[in-house]
T-cell receptor, first 114, second 115 residues
């Protein structure tokens, strides 16, 4: 069964550094997402992406964050100048626009900012 | 924004028994989608079951079924014949067709299965 894959599974970074989290969505999916889950808290929406542009973003997704689809398969989340409170599990997800409304999550990238 | 409430932070069930996890939501929309996701210790989010609001029939997926009460805005998950592998955090989620595919998640219910 096709899966959303994410790399790295775990990254430790120093405060102020830039981090890029990578995702390969399911190949025939058209919508891509990033969600965040701070330890012990609910999963929160960050951004959705369609047709090479952001379709919606939350208040969390400020200028510190950016997303990109650099080629036909990868979907990246860049976090500039990381802060301690950016420590969280970041989930990539994808969905098919027309034939279903389920989103499929990757296994997550656990980011620790020290 | 829509809100999703899971009032049971923790639940436990004896292996082979049945357990029901509660979820309520607040919306003014008539058409929407509801989901239950499971998050085991590996922290991957795994789809358990989904329900379209326009369907009156409750969704069923093997040992998992829902009790969807649209008027009450309630969407509970029943797990029958509980297995050790069912132990996980369970999240209820709401998706509106009008908000760009965004999902709204509840705070989760941690399910323990007792051997």
């Amino acid at each position: 069964e096709p899966e959303v894959t994410q790399t790295p599974s775990h990254q430790v970074t120093q405060m102020g550094q830039e981090v890029i989290l990578r995702c390969v969505p399911i190949s025939n999916h058209l919508y891509f997402y990033w969600y965040r889950q701070i330890l012990g808290q609910k999963v929160e929406f960050l951004v959705s992406f369609y047709n090479n542009e952001i379709s919606e973003k939350s208040e969390i997704f400020d200028d510190q964050f950016s997303v990109e689809r650099p080629d036909g398969s990868n979907f990246t989340l860049k976090i500039r100048s990381t802060k301690l409170e950016d420590s969280a599990m970041y989930f990539c997800a994808s969905s098919v626009r027309f034939s279903g409304n389920t989103i499929y999550f990757g296994e997550g990238s656990w980011l620790t900012v020290v | 924004a829509q809100t999703v409430t899971q009032s049971q932070p923790e639940m436990s069930v004896q292996e082979a028994e049945t357990v029901t996890l509660s979820c309520t939501y607040d919306t003014s929309e008539s058409d929407y989608y509801l989901f239950w996701y499971k998050q085991p210790p590996s922290r991957q989010m795994i789809l358990v079951i989904r329900q379209e609001a326009y369907k009156q029939q409750n969704a069923t997926e093997n040992r998992f079924s829902v009790n969807f009460q649209k008027a009450a805005k309630s969407f509970s998950l029943k797990i029958s014949d509980s297995q050790l592998g069912d132990a996980a955090m369970y999240f209820c989620a709401y998706r509106s067709p009008n908000t760009g595919n965004q999902f709204y998640f509840g705070t989760g219910t941690s399910l323990t299965v007792i051997p």
